[in-house]
């Protein structure tokens, strides 16, 4: 009796098994978020800064791919000349990067990658910054808690600076040069609600007496609930050739709401 027993209870078993397997849901390969944020200014000048952004990423078999959307824009309450005070957006900039990688090698961590990042920008002197490159990537770890990924690669890039005449008009000028492009990313998950991120990209200009241009974001996002995080992060922007009396240097620094689904 007892052997009868034991039997029915592992064959038991086995089926709970199967079954827990079978009722497994796959991972989505496709993840996307939303952010949003505001900064309101009052007193002399009066106006509004609104930061929004949209991510999206696809994993699958050997292909991973990312899609970066950022925007910033200022609306600043401007007198007219009949003393009527209105709404107008007087800064704006909005950025997107897609890349795609390819992995190369059974270990699934060599791979090549192809980058596009268009960058139009008010607030700097240029009028917008462009690049495309390809190349070769590692990822050097993956563990539970976070990754490191790495890439180098020659590219292209096209920069429309922003100039002003002798009588204040605004023109523009095109340069274009090829670059070498190299970036990392550096994700880690300090606990389960707190991830950081950091992320580089530099763009050097093979030609001597050329625009290079070096990124670098840092960011920490808390989780909130399920769906809702708190993002603050960090942005540097450096050019190395700039018109007279613009930055070389440019910062941001943002607190935003994500949304993930």
Do not use: C
């Not at 897609?98 to 607030?123: A, K, P």
């Not at 606990?191 to 991120?197: D, P, R």
């Not at 930055?247 to 994500?258: A, S």
């Amino acid at each position: 009796m007892n052997n009868k027993f034991a039997i029915a209870a592992l064959l038991g078993g086995l089926s709970l098994n199967a079954f827990a397997e079978e009722a497994e849901v796959p991972k989505n390969p496709l993840n996307m978020s939303a952010e949003l944020g505001a900064l309101f200014k009052s007193g002399d000048t009066k106006s509004t800064d609104v930061k929004a952004g949209f991510d999206a990423g696809y994993e699958k078999d050997l292909w991973r791919s990312s899609l970066r959307f950022d925007l910033l824009a200022r609306k600043t309450e401007i007198e007219d000349d009949n003393g009527d005070q209105h709404s107008e957006t007087t800064d704006q900039q909005w950025k997107l990067v897609l890349q795609t990688n390819y992995t190369i090698d059974t270990e699934r961590s060599n791979y090549i990658y192809g980058n596009v990042s268009y960058d139009d920008n008010r607030f700097g002197g240029f009028e917008s910054q462009s690049s495309v490159s390809a190349g070769w990537g590692r990822r050097w770890f993956e563990s539970k808690t976070g990754s490191f990924d790495a890439d180098i690669g020659p590219g292209y890039k096209r920069d429309v600076v922003r100039l002003e005449d002798a009588n204040g008009n605004e023109n523009t000028e095109t340069k274009g040069d090829f670059i070498i492009q190299a970036q990392a990313v550096y994700i880690r998950n300090l606990n389960e609600h707190v991830e950081f991120k950091q992320l580089f990209v530099a763009k050097y200009a093979t030609q001597s007496g050329e625009n290079s241009n070096y990124q670098a974001e840092s960011s920490l996002t808390t989780k909130l609930i399920s769906t809702l995080q708190l993002k603050v992060s960090f942005k540097v922007d450096h050019n190395t050739e700039v018109e007279d009396g613009k930055e070389n240097t440019n910062t941001q620094t943002g607190i935003t709401l994500v949304y993930s689904f």
